[in-house]
């Protein structure tokens, strides 16, 4: 969208009958169909209408680009919010809650007697670090210090930069320990001024009934603008002249265009394959154990506790939030695959859920473009991650934003403005 003034016009065509293409959520009926291929769910599970199982699940930081996007579009009035119960860690084969700040540091069984005092400093060097005043620097230059570097100058070890950089930080392997400490930092902070917000068990949000209310609430505000949206449109072929695109026909109709923005199924020579997402979809009738019986949560499971090469994720969601029945749970299971077999690959993650009312495995390929913006008109996202929060995808589209329309986006939003209708 353009900032209110008419001169471009969106048509939007998707060759689903839903929302939001892979971010979609299904139903109970749905999901049987695509994961068990008959129509019919045992009737114990309850009422299908209940269930809004999202394909892509994840959880919004609190204070972190997506909600800035969704205040800065005033597409919150669409979506009603609630804060998620908990943030852990999985290390030495025990689930603990993520401790975000120095007074939990002191409380985690996470670390020793001595361990606890070396990371309460390091918080409080985190917490106290304000870019404009170097004399919360400490003399460091974070542009130019490594995360390595910094973490060593406290003293702290291998264990507990594992659950920083995993669960605190959100990187997703350990690169980021040879990179400039200035990004490590911030993302901890983010942690941090997210779990101040609601005062809750964790610095996440989400969605009353599921992602797929957020490209619903997106279409409602594109239709406010004059954007036209067409579902069930099949093909959806793009139209080339002189390796431009100028259209993309359906059913024998052609829409004519400037841009073509478009995920990476619709134009599959122009991207490649970067990996592939195993996940596990689980439904249960109780929350996932040593979770302090949250009903919605998140636990990550850093890389090196299970001698892998990327992070493994659970996320688990339920009644509370609307995605189902009365007493359901919804857990999934998600990491990089690293194999072509996702139930035994998953088999760290979906251990630690306890007994099981239905389960389904499938891995999904992921890609990224290839091509050249200005020398074709076409505009691809990239595939979502295994991640189970948005902080990795929201970059991606900022980025699609300033490629399509060559502005930057000002996400130097209120954030105080949202805060009544996440309560």
């Known amino acids: 969208m353009d900032d209110g003034s008419h001169s471009d016009q969106v048509l939007h065509m998707d060759r689903n ?26 009737e114990t599970l309850g009422s299908s209408r209940d269930y809004n199982v999202d394909m892509i699940p994840k959880f919004m930081m609190a204070n972190g680009a997506l909600v800035r996007v969704l205040i800065h579009t005033d597409v919150t009035k669409y979506l009603n919010f609630k804060a998620v119960d908990g943030s852990f860690v999985y290390n030495k084969g025990k689930i603990h809650k993520v401790p975000a700040n120095d007074v939990e540091a002191l409380k985690s069984p996470l670390m020793g007697l001595f361990e606890k005092r070396r990371a309460r400093k390091f918080f409080i060097y985190v917490q106290d670090y304000d870019e404009n005043d170097p004399k919360s620097h400490e003399g460091l230059d974070l542009n130019k210090v490594t995360a390595r570097e910094l973490i060593s100058k406290y003293g702290l070890d291998d264990n507990t930069v594992d659950f920083i950089g995993h669960a605190l930080a959100l990187h997703r392997d350990d690169s980021y320990l040879s990179e400039p400490a200035m990004d490590f930092v911030k993302r901890m902070k983010l942690y941090a001024e997210s779990l101040a917000r609601f005062q809750g068990g964790s610095p996440y949000i989400y969605p009353l009934y599921g992602l797929g209310e957020l490209p619903q609430a997106f279409a409602r505000l594109s239709a406010v603008y004059g954007g036209t949206y067409m579902l069930s449109k099949p093909e959806c072929k793009v139209e080339f002249e002189n390796g431009k695109a100028f259209g993309v026909t359906s059913e024998g109709e052609t829409a004519k265009c400037k841009k073509v923005v478009c995920d990476p199924s619709y134009l599959p020579d122009k991207v490649k394959k970067i990996g592939k997402v195993a996940r596990a979809i689980c439904i249960m009738s109780h929350p996932i154990p040593s979770t302090h019986d949250s009903h919605s949560v998140q636990v990550i499971l850093p890389q090196k506790q299970l001698g892998r090469k990327s992070d493994m994720y659970l996320f688990c969601c339920s009644y509370s939030h609307n ?76 980025a699609m934003y300033s490629k399509i329309t060559g502005k930057t986006l000002d996400l130097s939003v209120d954030l105080s403005a949202a805060s009544a209708a996440e309560e």
Do not use: M
């Not at 630690?352 to 076409?378: H, M």
């Open 17 to 42: 009958d839903y929302y939001g293409g892979e971010s979609t959520s299904l139903n109970l009926n749905q999901l049987w169909k695509r994961f068990r291929g008959e129509d019919k769910p045992p």
């Open 323 to 398: 995605v189902a029945p009365k007493g359901k749970y919804i857990a999934f299971v998600l990491t990089e695959a690293e194999t072509d077999n996702p139930q035994v690959e998953l088999k760290a993650g979906t251990d630690l859920l306890g007994p099981i009312d239905e389960i389904f495995f499938d891995t999904y390929d992921r890609y990224e473009p290839t091509n050249q913006n200005d020398g074709d008109n076409c505009f691809i996202s990239a595939s979502y991650d295994a991640t189970t929060h948005f902080e990795t995808t929201v970059q991606d589209v900022i």
